[in-house]
């Protein structure tokens, strides 16, 4: 599939960049590792006029791990998230939701930011102009009609990022820039929650950095993914889990975040002991939408929700109990 024709810029730093997306806004798509973008512009979903690649911009790369917090830089590659042995040590879901998207030709190109940006998905929507000419215009596509969920007038079409879950369980933040102006919010503000457009950034911004606040003293977490084959595909159902007990290993904390359950990502707060396990799992259930949209079932995909929100939590309470 051939992509559509475009203007190609490429900043030299992070300053040039803002310039750059302040002067063509709407008209600019920012390229990161490509892997998300370059398919929907092949499948011409999107057919931006300036494709503005910031993967070599190395002043928004890497990983440094201080004393109060840890800050990502948004064009660190997933390959390098998944093997650094600190972001394994203290932030496990976030190493092991890394390991887990796509592959490792996938995830030595893509990046941090273009994982948790990257838009919505639905059978009905990711397909190409020819399968789609022959498809009445839904929500997703300025019609007025939803093809999964017939007679709705909202959009059901899914977030399957895999790391977005598993920095919410870490109550991660964001670094929003623009030319002249900065905000930093919470991962979580990243999602309008609304299925035709996800994704919380205006034009002119650009992510540049995530921040992991510092944790209690005893703490763990897990991410689990559901998926058709070990490998390549995105999750189907995913649970990223973050728990912190008390010195008398009372659970402190414990947060769920469900992913590929909805247009965004869903935190769940709630366990208050081991026993509270199977309300945890029916409040992930109850939190999910599972519409027949993806490669299985929305009821299947529901159920699988609470199963590996169960799973996650015992996995963290697990390796807890193994390092107290
Ligand atoms: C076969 C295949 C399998 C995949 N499997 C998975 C999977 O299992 N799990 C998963 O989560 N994803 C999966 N993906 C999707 C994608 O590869 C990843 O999400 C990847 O991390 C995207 O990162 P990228 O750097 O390539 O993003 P890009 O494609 O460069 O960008 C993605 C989006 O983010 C925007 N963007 C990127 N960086 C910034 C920034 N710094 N500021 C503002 N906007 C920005 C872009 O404009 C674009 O809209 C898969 C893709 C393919 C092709
Ligand atoms: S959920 Fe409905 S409106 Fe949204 S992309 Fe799919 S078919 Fe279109």
Request: hydrophobic share 40%; aromatic share 6%; with cysteine.
């Amino acid at each position: 599939m051939k992509l559509p024709p475009f203007q190609y810029l490429e900043p030299t730093n992070v300053k040039e960049a803002l310039s750059m997306i302040g002067t063509h806004k709407e008209k600019v798509k920012i390229m990161a590792g490509g892997t998300d973008l370059v398919n929907r512009m092949k499948l011409r979903l999107i057919e931006p006029t300036f494709v503005m690649n910031i993967g070599k911009l190395r002043d928004m790369d890497g990983i440094v791990i201080g004393d109060t917090e840890t800050v990502i830089g948004a064009n660190t590659r997933l390959k390098e998230i998944a093997g650094a042995p600190l972001v394994n040590k203290r932030y496990r879901a976030i190493a092991e939701a890394a390991f887990q998207v796509a592959s490792p030709t996938i995830t030595n190109m893509a990046t941090l930011g273009g994982n948790l940006l990257q838009n919505t998905r639905c059978m009905y929507y990711d397909q190409s102009g020819m399968v789609l000419s022959g498809l009445e215009r839904c929500h997703k596509r300025g019609g007025t009609v939803c093809l999964a969920v017939k007679g709705s007038k909202r959009c059901f079409s899914v977030y399957q990022g895999d790391m977005a879950p598993a920095l919410i369980a870490f109550n991660a933040r964001c670094v929003l820039e623009r030319k002249g102006s900065t905000r930093t919010v919470s991962v979580t503000e990243l999602f309008t929650g609304n299925g035709v457009t996800p994704i919380a950034l205006e034009a002119d911004e650009l992510l540049t950095k995530i921040i992991l606040p510092k944790s209690e003293s005893f703490f763990s977490s897990a991410y689990r993914k559901l998926r058709l084959r070990g490998s390549v595909d995105y999750p189907l159902a995913s649970a990223a889990a973050f728990v912190s007990v008390t010195n008398d290993r009372k659970i402190a904390t414990c947060r769920v975040v469900i992913g590929a359950a909805g247009a965004a990502p869903k935190v769940i707060d709630g366990v208050s002991c081991e026993a509270d396990l199977e309300g945890m799992a029916q409040k992930a259930y109850d939190h999910a939408e599972g519409v027949d949209n993806l490669q299985l079932g929305g009821a299947y995909r529901r159920k699988m929700i609470s199963v590996l929100a169960k799973r996650a939590i015992k996995a963290s309470i697990d390796a807890i109990k193994e390092g107290m």
